[in-house]
């Protein structure tokens, strides 16, 4: 049986049983900061069961696209781990408990995926005194009435055999099926939940049933509920009869295609065998990744993609494949897997683009880093040290990308050793200041209050901003809180914070006068929404008769703003390709800000045609529509949609020049034709993160002043020059020229080496830090405005340069790094001190000199560390 017969059947099977069958949700988790990716099948679901969303269906049938990460070294040292994998799962909110999991899992088992019930054994919990539990007789005697006997159901522990989301929240028992693969795979005494290859766990039915909080305290759930989880891989192993995952269909033709290119014989020898297998399995994983909107960076779910991106490279030129292989690895995937899942076709090109792109880059920081630790070799040697410190390794592999495990390969060619332990030490440093940094997943305890209030409410507010702007209602709950009120309106014109788009403005008053609030924010609380009041006068009550207003001008440039930001994204993807996603928003009465993927700054001809194409739109008053229709229906109209948002069956698609210049899924509200925008004029295009870029800009009136204040500038470079505004940039360009000539003091000039590694983005900051070799200290800031120059960014440039018992150090920082906390003069002190000197200097640049040269990989270890400390704070 094919993975593709596995995956249909399943489904089919579910279906002719009252099941709705529902796509795989992206591998970007919707709302929820507390994870990077989906991980699990019911990962999707937990809004039905945790009750903050109605289910369309009391039983659900699902395959779900899974990454998990936890065991990614040992990808290919075994032959089961994978981090890409689909998770087959029939699901019930309310509706059918054990006796039906059970029966309906047992036919599957026999009738369906024809097992030898013989074969098949059955765990359940044991019970565990802490939670007051016996062991799950209703499970037991479930298993009993379809024919499994005693014999072989097997009570395991707490610890294998119930489930729980965390500490607190739902939870409960759970039971496995087991496939006995027979003595060839092990011991006549091995049994289910012990450590051996013999008994191969296929299905997991978790039997959520409590609701645990306080920790350790259990309370019956009014509604019980069914989660299973099948993983089709580990099914494909039984049905195809393979020793390993590796060996099924939707693997052995990635492993045939790299013997192919490496001409190496899988099965042959360990090192090709473990290369081939991360070849197949991350091949899979960046694929689905850069499908569901990943691109690579350093940070969060870009880091993952990254990692096992450069992961794959690695083990590919380590059996001596030729550089571009990974989109030929994609092909096959798609060709495995694309009749599945239609994203892979849909995405090829942005797919193919950025695994190029970046099998390039890190090519050229395998031959930096190359050159970089034979230095640090050599001088080991020199010194007649037995390896490589750690701060060497961990600027290798910080700095410049180079992997930690070909550091010590490397270094062990030479005899050399390098200091793990202190290497990980450094490691842990970097993590700690990262969650102090970063503070993943905190609580939003307004909105949980809000959420609470909206519960107890007991009715959902209707809104009705799409059609009007004052709305005469009433006040259906009120809640006080810290001098604001938290209101339900029955009915609300005022627009909930959400896909990019700030709250509506305005104010709440009673009918007739005599009391009257100010709308603060407006918080959106999946289809329901609370508004946050300050009172102005009188107060308001429950059951009262108001008016609410929306405030009008600042609607109607936040409508200018969102709309322009729909035709910035379909010009952008016009200029610069398919791959332009959106990555992030911001829509404002102020502003709108545009990040998107794209992995370099656009060049000022980017800009002008982006800005031209917009304004072209704009002028030509293009009808702006907002349709109802069904989500497939505005897929085939070729609508775009946010990555990482879920959406329902029915969709609202706002569409420009009848979706000829751009059509979008979006909750937003906007201009009913394009001239209402008036203006538009990008303002800034930088760095938001690695491989994402930001465009701010503005419309309106506002755009007008931009305009205006750009042209007094100019009036005032050109009064200053004595010359006429269009001839202020080729007298510029003249006397750069003249200066750079001047430079060169007439005598030939040393070439210095201007190279710089790729920057690393800390906190929305590029951040390039060097070791360059230079004759005469002074080049240092040449090189440092060169780099500046070309990173065209906030940015940090730190150089440190060794001599024979000395050191030099240069920072140099941007106006926007300044902005964000970052003084030249407190890094360059800091790093300093390392290397037995100090120094300093200004804001935006700063010097300093040392007599210890060894200790330069430290100083700039040091110097990261100030920067990222002035960033957190």
């Given amino acids: 049986m094919t993975s593709d017969e596995i995956r249909e059947r399943y489904q089919r099977f579910f279906e002719a049983r009252d099941h709705l069958r529902r796509p795989s949700a992206p591998l970007i988790p919707r709302n929820d900061p507390s994870t990077l990716l989906i991980s699990a099948g019911m990962h999707p679901l937990k809004p039905y069961f945790t009750r903050r969303e109605p289910p369309p269906a009391d039983r659900l049938t699902t395959c779900q696209k899974c990454f998990r990460t936890p065991d990614i070294d040992e990808v290919g040292i075994t032959k089961r781990h994978i981090t890409f994998f689909e998770m087959l799962g029939n699901f019930s909110f309310g509706d059918y408990f054990k006796q039906g999991a059970v029966e309906m899992a047992w036919q599957f088992s026999l009738e369906e995926l024809g097992f030898d019930e013989a074969r098949v054994w059955i765990t359940v919990f044991e019970g565990d005194d802490e939670l007051g539990l016996g062991p799950d007789e209703e499970a037991i005697e479930a298993w009993k009435s379809v024919g499994v006997p005693s014999d072989r159901i097997v009570l395991l522990p707490r610890s294998e055999n119930f ?49 645990q909080e306080p920790e350790g305290v259990l309370t019956p759930l009014p509604a019980k509920n069914i989660d299973t989880g099948l993983g089709l891989e580990r099914q494909a192993v039984l049905q195809q009869g393979t020793d390993s995952i590796f060996e099924t269909d939707n693997f052995l033709p990635l492993i045939e295609l790299g013997e192919q290119l490496s001409g190496r014989g899988y099965q042959q020898d360990a090192d090709a065998d473990r290369a081939l297998r991360i070849l197949a399995d991350h091949s899979r994983g960046m694929s689905f990744l850069i499908a569901d909107g990943v691109v690579p960076s350093n940070e969060d779910r870009g880091y993952v993609l990254r990692r096992i991106m450069r992961r794959a490279i690695l083990q590919g030129r380590r059996i001596g494949i030729e550089p571009g292989f990974l989109p030929r690895y994609a092909a096959v995937v798609r060709e495995l897997m694309a009749s599945a899942y ?23 920081t395998l031959e930096q880093g190359t050159r970089i630790l034979d230095d640090h070799i050599k001088r080991a040697k020199d010194r007649g040290a037995e390896g490589i410190g750690a701060a060497e390794a961990f600027q290798l592999h910080d700095t410049y990308g180079f992997p930690f495990d070909l ?35 905190g609580r939003d305890e307004q909105r949980e209050r809000a959420q609470a209030f909206a519960a107890s409410a007991g009715f959902g507010t209707e809104f009705t901003g799409y059609e009007t702007v004052e709305q005469a209602t009433a006040v259906g709950a009120i809640s006080h809180e810290n001098g604001k009120l938290l209101a339900k309106l029955v009915e609300s014109p005022f627009y909930a914070t959400g896909g990019g788009q700030v709250h509506d403005q305005g104010v709440v008053e009673c009918e007739g006068g005599g009391c009257s609030a100010r709308v603060k924010d407006v918080l959106r609380l999946d289809d329901d929404q609370v508004l946050v009041l300050e009172p102005i006068d009188g107060e308001i009550r429950p059951d009262q008769r108001v008016v609410a207003k929306v405030d009008r001008g600042a609607r109607r440039a936040t409508e200018c703003n969102h709309t322009a930001t729909h035709l910035l994204h379909a010009a952008l993807r016009e200029r610069l390709g398919s791959h332009v996603r959106q990555a992030g928003s911001y829509v404002g009465p102020d502003k709108l800000r545009f990040d998107f993927t794209h992995g370099a700054p656009l060049s000022v001809e980017d800009v002008r045609a982006v800005e031209d194409r917009v304004n072209e739109w704009v002028l030509s008053n293009q009808p702006v529509r907002a349709l109802t229709t069904t989500l497939d229906e505005a897929r085939n109209l070729g609508a775009m949609a946010l990555f990482g948002e879920k959406y329902g069956d029915v969709v609202r698609m706002v569409e420009v020049g009848d979706g000829r210049w751009s059509r979008e899924l979006c909750g937003g509200t906007h201009v009913r034709a394009t001239a209402e925008i008036g203006a538009f004029k990008i303002t ?18 506002v755009a007008i002043g931009d305009l205006r204040e750009s042209d007094r500038v100019l009036a005032d470079a050109a009064k200053v020059l004595r010359t006429q505004p269009h001839q202020v940039a080729a007298i510029a360009a003249e006397r750069e020229a003249k200066r750079r000539e001047l430079e060169k003091g007439g005598a030939k000039a040393e070439k210095i080496d201007v190279s710089f590694s790729e920057p690393k983005d800390i906190g929305g900051v590029m951040v390039v830090i060097e070791t360059k070799h230079v004759s005469n200290p002074k080049d240092l800031a040449q090189i440092s405005d060169h780099i500046k120059g070309q990173v065209k960014a906030p940015s940090v440039v730190v150089l440190g340069a060794p001599g024979d018992g000395k050191v030099n150090l240069l920072v140099a920082a941007t106006p926007g790094a300044i902005e964000r906390g970052v003084k030249a003069g407190d890094v360059v ?39 990222e400390r002035a960033l957190a704070g």
């Fill in 407 to 441: 550091t010590v390969e490397l270094a062990a060619e030479q005899g050399l050793g390098v200091d793990s332990a202190g290497f990980e030490n450094l490691m842990e440093d970097q993590r700690t200041r990262a969650r102090a940094s970063v503070g993943r997943g």
């Fill in 342 to 364: 239609p994203e892979l076709a849909e995405q090829a090109e942005t797919i193919d683009m950025w695994l190029a792109r970046e099998e390039e880059a890190f090519g050229q």
């Fill in 163 to 211: 489930w729980q989301a965390g500490a607190t929240g739902p939870c409960g028992p759970c039971s496995e099926l087991y496939y006995d693969r027979g003595l060839d795979f092990g011991k006549e005494d091995d049994l289910p939940g012990g450590d051996n290859e013999r008994f191969l766990e296929y299905w997991n039915l978790v039997f959520m049933q409590y609701d």
């Fill in 684 to 701: 800034t295009e930088t760095s938001s993160a690695a491989n994402v870029r930001r465009i701010e800009a503005t419309t309106g009136p």
């Fill in 829 to 867: 002190r800091a790093a300093a001190q390392v290397v037995g000197g100090g120094g300093g200097g200004r804001d935006n640049m700063a010097q300093a000199g040392g007599r210890d040269p060894d200790k330069l990989p430290e100083a700039l270890d040091t110097a990261r560390a100030e920067i």
